[in-house]
């Protein structure tokens, strides 16, 4: 069974830091480019990043670039992402999801999502 | 950066309705735009992607159409289980996404 398990998320004053982790299953992880999704408390889906298969890629929307960091360990099957300088705007849960595509056209979607670890910064 | 724009952002529906919800791109996405259900409390699931290729985990009374700009997810029966928020997603600028801003479906 394919499987993704968000850790890491809790309570951060502004200004912190925050490492989260995805552990993924029942997949051949280094094939797979993988991004991480967020959503505030009543809104909308929001990506944040996303990382290349071969881990050499990286990109990041506006709202939180130069501040997280996305990685990724193929020894350990696992996805990260840094977040530092955390504001009460970052307050959300974060899914990391499973990216792939079709093989024709290269019609890229996300398939496989965590349940999501949720992320407060509040002082 | 590319815009998505969903339509309506809400709506209210009885069961055996048929919805429809619109998505338009800021610019020309050929068909990579997906179409993602989300229950409350759940983490998303993938409904369509391509634009109109549904995923077998969904009956087929939900269907996607469009190109370019302008796309449509439509419900052709609503069902109780349908109840929930969709989301449009592009998808043609590689591992850049833009979601649009959701549309929830809720019961009348």
């Known amino acids: 069974e394919v499987q993704l398990v968000e850790s890491g998320g809790g309570l951060v004053q502004p200004g912190g830091s925050l490492r989260l982790s995805c552990a993924a299953s029942?997949?051949?992880?280094?094939?797979?480019?993988m991004s991480w999704v967020r959503q505030a408390p009543g809104k909308g889906l929001e990506w944040v990043s996303s990382?290349?298969?071969?881990?050499?890629?990286?990109y990041y929307a506006d709202s939180v670039k130069g501040r997280f960091t996305i990685s990724r360990d193929s020894s350990k099957n696992t996805l990260y992402l840094q977040m530092n300088s955390l504001s009460a705007e970052d307050t959300a849960v974060y899914y990391c999801?499973?990216?792939?595509?079709?093989?024709?056209?290269?019609?890229?979607?996300?398939?496989?999502w965590g349940k999501g670890t949720t992320v407060t910064v509040s002082s | 950066d590319i815009q998505m724009t969903q339509s309506p952002s809400s709506l209210s529906a009885s069961v055996g309705d048929r919805v429809t919800i619109t998505c338009r791109a800021s610019?020309?996405?050929?068909?990579?735009l997906n179409w993602y259900q989300q229950k409350p409390g759940k983490a998303p699931k993938l409904l369509i992607c391509a634009a109109s290729s549904l995923q077998s985990a969904f009956p087929s009374r939900f269907s996607g159409s469009g190109s370019g700009t302008d796309f449509t997810l439509t419900i052709t029966s609503l069902q109780p289980e349908d109840f929930a928020t969709y989301y449009c997603q592009q998808t043609y600028t590689t591992l850049t996404w833009t979601f649009g801003h959701g549309t929830r479906v809720e019961i009348k």
């Open positions: 029942g997949f051949t992880f280094s094939r797979n480019a």
């Open positions: 999801a499973k990216d792939d595509f079709l093989t024709v056209g290269y019609y890229y979607y996300m398939d496989v």
């Open positions: 610019q020309s996405i050929g068909s990579y």
């Open positions: 990382i290349g298969g071969g881990g050499g890629n990286t």
